[in-house]
């Protein structure tokens, strides 16, 4: 994608094809998803007049205040001078401006990161946890502090409870960052079976 396609997704609402190419269809824009994930009980039957706090999303508003930070700093060297409007308005104007290969790269970079981050922290992928079971790369099968399970198969189709079709399932180890798609999965299922 371009610097403006992706300035556009991040900042306003676009079409998006879903599935394979059938249904086109109407996607806020992700800054907007993500703004309105931070005081998600707002409008929706919230009510601070009760006393009680409105439930943040406190991932959320990290995530956008870095964004923020971010930006800032980035129209810092790249123009030499701060921008005071909203992070909407600096993304668009960056996405509009003519730059060197190196800052089109980078900003490019920048605004793919963000929009998979607020996917991936908003749409989560659904995955079948394989609890008990060894990573055949690393031999763990929990990992961290908080004892999560290592090894997890995405198999459903995204944003749904349908399964994928079996060539299309990939597994990845969260302790060492193992992966198998295609081939190896087949690999992969024969050697968590002989474990």
């Avoid at 921008?83 to 401006?97: A, C, T, W």
């Avoid at 607020?118 to 690393?138: E, F």
């Avoid at 079996?166 to 992969?188: D, N, Y």
Wanted: include cysteine.
């Amino acid at each position: 994608m371009n610097l403006r396609s992706l300035a556009q997704e991040l900042t306003e609402p676009h079409l998006k094809i879903k599935g394979e190419g059938v249904e086109v269809v109407k996607k806020p824009a992700a800054i907007a998803e993500l703004r309105k994930a931070i005081t998600h009980s707002i409008g929706e039957g919230g009510d601070a007049s009760n006393g009680k706090p409105l439930p943040l999303d406190g991932q959320a508003l990290q995530m956008l205040m870095d964004m923020e930070r971010m930006a800032g700093d980035d129209h810092w060297n790249r123009y030499g001078e701060r921008y005071f409007g909203n992070l909407e308005g600096l993304i668009q104007k960056i996405s509009k401006d003519d730059h060197s290969d190196e800052w089109e790269v980078w900003f490019k970079r920048i605004f793919q990161q963000w929009l998979d981050d607020i996917h991936a922290l908003l749409h989560p992928t659904k995955v079948r946890r394989l609890d008990g079971v060894a990573c055949p790369s690393c031999g763990q099968a929990i990992h961290g502090s908080e004892r999560e399970t290592c090894l997890v198969i995405n198999c459903y189709e995204d944003g749904t409870k349908d399964l994928k079709k079996p060539h299309e399932w990939t597994a990845e180890c969260r302790g060492c960052g193992a992966g198998w798609s295609g081939k190896k999965m087949a690999w992969f299922r024969l050697a968590i079976a002989g474990r």
